[in-house]
């Protein structure tokens, strides 16, 4: 079945550091790509999504590309904020399927000052 | 402001009780979700509901129960079959209702994290 991979937490980083959250994916066909982010005692946003390869999502200054070829879909930001710190999910939601999303187990994120 | 509302936010439930959580969204869409959150883990789908009057069991169904009454409304019940059940629920709904799913982004309500005494 299709599942999602993502590198395990939690990452702590110093304040406007790079940061890249690994994330592969195994599905038939050619599902599209998703990252959510969960601040504390919150539900999830969506942060950004692609629906087909090489596709790039990006917003508040989060990227993340969608390599069909290497089943990835990593997720990178240039310069983190404390306040970025949350938890970060990778999902796929496979074509033709009405159950939506499959989820990695979540990256914690922490940003010091 | 439209959204999803999650009721209450903190559960408390006694061996053998059954205890429903409240998921209410006035967006007006036709497909509602619940998931359940471990620590560590990612969600897993517990039932879906692409229409009113319908729904589907997830991957971990299981000890809980739903209903879809109303657009606006999918409660869960949490049995006392499930014997597990200590966990934080979020409920999420969408727009698409067709069986192709549309690649719509989901939206979360805030969650209820559950507790067994």
């Known amino acids: 079945g299709d599942s999602v991979t993502q590198m395990e937490g939690p990452v702590t980083l110093s304040e406007e550091a790079f940061l890249t959250i690994n994330c592969t994916y195994t599905?038939?066909?050619?599902?599209?790509l998703f990252w959510y982010v969960q601040y504390p005692g919150e539900g999830l946003q969506l942060l950004l999504k692609?629906?087909?390869?090489?596709d790039k999502g990006s917003n508040k200054g989060f990227e993340a590309t969608y390599r069909k070829e290497t089943t990835s879909f990593h997720l990178e930001k240039g310069s983190v904020q404390v306040s970025d710190s949350a938890v970060y999910f990778c999902?796929?939601?496979?074509?033709?399927?009405?159950?939506?999303?499959?989820f990695g187990s979540g990256t914690q994120l922490t940003v010091l000052p | 402001d439209g959204g999803i509302t999650q009721s209450p936010k903190y559960l408390f439930r006694k061996e053998g009780q059954n205890v429903t959580l409240s998921c209410e969204q006035n967006l007006n869409h036709d497909a509602m979700y619940w998931y359940r959150q471990d620590p560590g883990q990612g969600l897993r789908l517990i039932y879906y509901s692409q229409i009113v009057n319908d729904f589907q069991k997830g991957d971990i169904a299981e000890g809980y129960s739903v209903s879809r009454e109303k657009k606006e409304s999918f409660p869960l019940t949490v049995t006392s079959a499930q014997k597990n059940p200590t966990a934080f629920y979020l409920c999420?709904?969408?727009?698409?209702?067709?069986?192709?799913?549309?690649?719509?982004?989901?939206?979360f309500g805030s969650g209820t994290q559950l507790s067994v005494l």
């Open positions: 999902a796929l939601s496979p074509r033709g399927s009405a159950r939506q999303l499959t």
């Open positions: 999420a709904s969408s727009g698409g209702h067709s069986r192709v799913t549309t690649n719509e982004k989901l939206f």
């Open positions: 692609a629906t087909k390869a090489d």
């Open positions: 599905a038939t066909g050619y599902p599209s």
